[in-house]
């Protein structure tokens, strides 16, 4: 089983940026598939952006596509999430997670991964 734990999340103004880390531990997760959801109060989570295993494949969400770069350091056991151009709808809990498949469309049509972190909120001020 594999443990994550995110951080980088705080109060940033509109526009700014934010780098959100994603530290693992129990398991290496270069055998995962990883991946960046949020929850925004009283809405439903959202899937944000997933890489594969080794790196060379990402995918993102139509609202982040061009904002937001997910990226892994397999030899650190850590993933990322760089957020640009950081507007107030983005304010959400963000929550890290691994999954055993790299399933794309099942993430962005409401799907889970298998194992999760406890969130870091993000809060975007206009």
């Known amino acids: 089983q594999v443990q994550l734990v995110e951080s980088g999340g705080g109060l940033v103004q509109a526009g700014g940026s934010l780098r959100l880390s994603c530290a693992a531990s129990?398991?290496?997760?270069?055998?995962?598939?990883m991946g960046w959801f949020r929850q925004a109060p009283g809405k439903e989570r959202e899937f944000v952006a997933a890489?594969?295993?080794?790196?060379?494949?990402?995918y993102y969400a139509g609202p982040m596509k061009g904002r937001f770069t997910i990226s892994r350091d397999n030899a650190k056991n850590t993933v990322y999430l760089q957020m640009n151009s950081l507007k107030p709808e983005d304010t959400a809990v963000y929550y890290c997670?691994?999954?055993?498949?790299?399933?794309?469309?099942?993430?962005?049509?409401?799907?889970?991964?298998?194992?999760w972190g406890k969130g870091t909120l993000v809060t975007v001020s206009s």
């Open positions: 129990g398991r290496t997760i270069s055998s995962y598939a």
């Open positions: 997670a691994a999954d055993r498949v790299y399933r794309n469309s099942y993430y962005l049509a409401g799907g889970g991964m298998d194992y």
């Open positions: 890489i594969s295993w080794g790196g060379g494949s990402t």
